[in-house]
């Protein structure tokens, strides 16, 4: 499978829903054993997530992303967010979904590691 870009999100940036800008809205990275999403996805979800239990120091939810910087060039937009980390944890991952806490918890993209 390959990373995933819902439908709705697609629409929401044409309607200005997600503040990429550096003072703009809170996201998260949360990761998942299998992915629970598809593209007729919206929001967030808990299904499938990494387990908070047994010491994996993971915290249900994702870690917020910090340091987003929107670039654009000439046929190209991006958002880049610095590295976030999982301090002394254990954690087994397959999928990871950025999603806008701001927002209603709005899916914006589900990334696929390959294993």
């Known amino acids: 499978m390959a990373n995933v870009i819902p439908y709705a999100f697609r629409g929401e ?3 200005g829903t997600h503040n990429f800008a550096t003072s703009g809205d809170d996201f998260k990275l949360a990761l998942y054993t299998a992915n629970p999403y598809d593209t007729s996805s919206t929001v ?3 299904t ?3 387990s908070s239990a047994g010491g994996t120091n993971y915290v249900t939810t994702g870690n917020t ?3 987003n910087a929107v670039a654009a060039s000439t046929a190209v937009a991006s958002c880049d967010f610095d590295n976030t980390e999982w301090t002394s944890a254990t954690i087994t991952a397959a999928y990871g979904a950025i999603y806008n806490d701001d927002q209603g918890d709005k899916l ?3 990334l696929d590691f390959s294993g």
């Open 13 to 15: 940036l044409f309607t």
């Open 65 to 67: 992303l910090t340091g």
């Open 44 to 46: 967030y979800s808990a």
């Open 48 to 50: 499938n997530e990494v």
């Open 108 to 110: 914006c993209v589900v």
